[in-house]
Each structure stands twice: as C-alpha cells, then as structure tokens.
C-alpha cells in the first residue's frame, strides 16, 4: 500500500466537523491556530471550540452563529485539544499539537 496525501478539508467543514464533536465532548476545547489573509500578507489566529461554537481569541469574528468563523482563505496549521472548561491559570493540554484533520476521528477526543 503506498502512501496517500489526504485531500485538505475546507475550513468551513472542518469548523463544523469540530463544532458538532465538541458538543458530544463538552469537557473537552480545541484550539486552532493558523495564518489568515491580511492586507499586508498573512497574520497569525487562535481560535477556540467549545461546546459546539467556535470564538477567535485574535480576531473580530461575525454574530451570525451560522456563519463560519474563520475565512475560506484561512490556513488552519495546528490543533490542540485541552481538558474543558478551560483554566487559563492551570490549563490541560491532552493532545497536540497535532494536525486539525487529526480531531475529526472522535477516537482522538479521548
């Protein structure tokens, strides 16, 4: 069997992949971090999932709900999942870094 690249999956479904696994795992938060497109180039993101709903902790996101939070453009390098809720003061990492695509099997989810 050869080795096969896997295709990327679009940001947007990748989101909502997450988003709904984060729902079936409420003690569990992913963080993504990537670049975004800037006017001036590329500029880093964190990006946080919980309980189903994605909030950027570095950038403006939309108010609609069911709009994706993060651009089609966007690159999404890195995931960490992290015992929830999140304490920033005693945080818990339990994977990661790791590939976003990796959290899409809920096996990973712990």
Not at 95 to 101: D, S
Request: aromatic fraction near 6%.
């Amino acid at each position: 069997m050869g080795s096969e690249e896997a295709t990327p999956v679009p940001v947007a479904e990748l989101l909502a992949r997450l988003e709904e696994l984060s729902r079936l795992r409420p003690d569990r938060v992913v963080r993504l971090s990537g670049e975004l497109p800037a006017a001036a180039g590329w500029e880093p993101f964190e990006l946080l999932i919980f309980r189903g709903f994605s909030s950027s902790v570095s950038h403006p996101t939309a108010f609609d709900p069911d709009q994706p939070a993060l651009p089609a453009e966007a690159r999404v390098e890195m995931a960490e999942l992290l015992q929830g809720p999140l304490n920033p003061a005693a945080e818990q990492r339990l994977a990661g870094p790791i590939p976003p695509e990796q959290l899409l099997d809920p096996a990973a989810w712990g």
